[in-house]
């Protein structure tokens, strides 16, 4: 079955960087795009980035252009998300997200991975 595992949240200071890991299986990685989503405390899910199952096209919430970096190597079966000049308002709990069709469309969801911005 399709499993998505994420790690490396934590906590890190306002301007400070960390990177997500997505682990993937249980399906042909290369083969699906793959998403970040996040959520705030009593806020939406919201989309944060996207990659096709190749790697050559990406799409980021306008909010978080140039800040954000989404990346997958798929002889890993891995995604990523490099996170810059992080902000309180980034703080979230962060989620891996594909989407498959097999007669009707199917959202799978990694348990998410919390990320505090604080000083």
């Known amino acids: 079955q399709v499993q998505l595992v994420e790690s490396g949240g934590g906590l890190v200071q306002p301007g400070g960087s960390l990177t997500l890991t997505c682990i993937a299986s249980?399906?042909?990685?290369?083969?699906?795009?793959m998403s970040w989503y996040r959520q705030a405390p009593g806020k939406e899910r919201e989309l944060v980035a996207t990659?096709?199952?190749?790697?050559?096209?990406?799409n980021y919430a306008d909010s978080l252009k140039g800040r954000f970096t989404i990346s997958r190597d798929n002889a890993k079966n891995t995604v990523y998300l490099q996170m810059n000049s992080l902000k309180p308002e980034d703080t979230a709990v962060y989620y891996c997200?594909?989407?498959?069709?097999?007669?009707?469309?199917?959202?799978?969801w990694g348990q998410g991975t919390q990320v505090t911005v604080s000083s």
């Open positions: 997200n594909t989407v498959h069709y097999s007669g009707q469309w199917r959202n799978y």
């Open positions: 249980g399906f042909a990685f290369s083969s699906y795009a």
């Open positions: 990659i096709t199952g190749g790697g050559g096209v990406t």
